[in-house]
């Protein structure tokens, strides 16, 4: 056998390409330090963008659509990550977004956030520096709650013999307990309760947190009318009621037989509106009104056995969807019910009696179809049917922010 000998120029091979492969390795490795760092800056830069996007949605959701003054909220939110968007990290707004599924969609608001990073070693091949980006949509989204009971006492949310209570694709939050009569139901998405059991309510957790007031910064109608309030007037024969000639009802109104037709508009009211007596033949119409139940005010049908309510709140401006606005620190209790089975109770709208208790009984099936009831204790004994769809008011009058992309 002839042992082969290698040839001159094949000598160091073996050398020369461990040589080359280390320094490609090393190059990989030096370069990954680079990589690294940059994914880093864009997590921060991503995290930044959604800050700044629900901070400038937020605003837009409180009346401030101008897009230079929400782009100043949007810098500021991105200060909280170190980043500096005076300076090296540029901030970039648009409202309506100008690009994704939601671009020209009104009320959303997108963001971009970069910033020019310089590499370690890099610029060994040119790369002296790379500028990650981060991009981020927010807007407003309907709440996920129809019913939100705001008091701590043990029966805050009652629900009365062989009751139903309906809440179609939304949620209810108890911050106090849960009474449950023989046969009542409730059928909901979710069903939280801060104090004691759930008695056997499909998706309902015990021991959650007490909610929070949805609607506590809704302000009161301003400013607040010029009248002196002395006693209710006596309404016995029909009448309609303009926003120019509620001074004469400012301190509210007992009715007796007798049709009250409301034209659109917020009323203010500082004293009670009530039936005169069992007998009384009761009926209260209104398209696109707001009612606000100021310190002394009070909505209490229920001592009538004929109540007949067709009410549906204003489709725009600062109280679309708002059907009930009782002002907080009023106590007064509240009736949206009847003494009896004639006539019928037809509201869409929320209603809001945060410091007070709402009764709502004897209704033979009360549905609303932009319900959002905030009170500080239910008490419920009729077949209702709840929705906070709210399609005619251009959804929900309580928005939260959330980032959409």
């Not at 370690?120 to 981020?136: D, E, M, Q």
């Not at 947190?209 to 010029?226: E, K, V, W």
């Not at 016995?236 to 034209?263: H, K, L, P, Q």
């Not at 606000?292 to 909505?299: D, E, I, R």
């Amino acid at each position: 056998m002839v042992k082969r000998t290698p040839v001159r120029d094949e000598r160091g091979q073996i050398l020369i390409l461990t040589a080359l492969s280390m320094t490609v390795l090393l190059g990989m490795a030096v370069l990954s330090i680079d990589a690294s760092f940059m994914y880093d800056k864009r997590n921060r830069l991503s995290a930044a963008a959604d800050a700044a996007a629900k901070s400038a949605a937020a605003e837009y959701l409180g009346g401030n659509t101008s897009t230079p003054n929400l782009l100043v909220f949007a810098k500021k939110a991105t200060e909280s990550f170190a980043l500096d968007p005076g300076g090296t990290t540029n901030v970039q707004l648009w409202s309506p977004p100008a690009t994704g599924p939601f671009v020209g969609h009104a009320g959303y608001v997108e963001v971009q956030v970069s910033e020019v990073t310089s590499t370690f070693f890099g610029r060994v091949i040119g790369w002296a520096s790379l500028t990650p980006t981060a991009r981020a949509v927010a807007g407003a989204s309907k709440s996920a709650n129809c019913l939100v009971v705001l008091g701590s006492s043990a029966d805050a949310l009652s629900v009365g013999n062989n009751t139903t209570l309906s809440l179609m694709g939304c949620d209810v939050a108890d911050g106090g307990g849960l009474d449950l009569k023989p046969n009542a139901e409730i059928d909901a998405d979710l069903v939280s309760v801060t104090d004691g059991p759930c008695y056997g309510v499909a998706n309902c957790f015990p021991n959650s947190p007490a909610p929070s007031d949805p609607l506590l910064n809704l302000p009161p109608p301003s400013p607040a009318p010029p009248y002196s309030c002395t006693m209710p007037v006596s309404v016995s024969a029909d009448v309609t009621i303009t926003t120019a000639n509620v001074n004469a009802y400012y301190c509210g109104m007992e009715i007796n037989n007798a049709i009250v037709t409301f034209d659109p508009g917020v009323y203010y009211i500082a004293g009670p509106i009530t039936a005169l007596n069992g007998g009384s033949n009761v009926t209260i119409n209104g398209t696109g009104v707001m009612f606000y139940l100021a310190p002394g005010g009070s909505f209490n049908l229920g001592v009538s056995n004929f109540v007949t309510l067709n009410l549906s709140a204003p489709t725009t401006g600062t109280y679309r969807g708002i059907l009930f606005y009782q002002a907080r620190g009023n106590t007064a209790p509240a009736s949206l019910s009847k003494n009896g089975n004639a006539g019928s109770l037809t509201l869409s709208g929320a209603m809001y009696f945060p410091d007070a208790s709402l009764e709502m009984k004897n209704n033979n099936g009360l549905t609303n179809d932009c319900a959002l009831i905030v009170v500080k204790s239910l008490d419920i004994n009729n077949n209702t049917g709840l929705s906070n769809a709210c399609t005619g008011y251009g959804g929900s009058p309580i928005q939260t922010v959330s980032v959409a992309e």
